[in-house]
């Protein structure tokens, strides 16, 4: 029976997926988008919206301020 190193195998198969990982990556080109990017204007209002949900969820109780920048949700 053929004895195998774990540690050697393991490395072995990292490798192997970093060359194919990078191969793809480079064929892939950048992350691709989905769907169009948003303008500045749109994002400035998500940004508000989600300002004033995250104040109103901690106004109301179902967020809690636990330290800074800590939070737990009730």
């Not at 303008?39 to 400035?44: F, G, L």
């Not at 967020?63 to 800590?70: A, D, S, T, W």
Request: no cysteine; charged share 30%.
């Amino acid at each position: 029976m053929l004895r195998v190193n774990y540690d050697d195998y393991v490395n072995g198969l990292k490798k192997k997926a970093l060359r194919l990982y990078t191969a793809w990556a480079a064929s892939a080109g950048e992350f691709e988008s989905f769907g169009k990017p948003k303008s500045p204007e749109e994002d400035a209002v998500l940004f508000l919206l989600d300002w004033v949900r995250w104040q109103g969820s901690l106004a109301g109780g179902s967020i809690e301020k636990v330290g800074p920048r800590r939070y737990r949700m009730k």
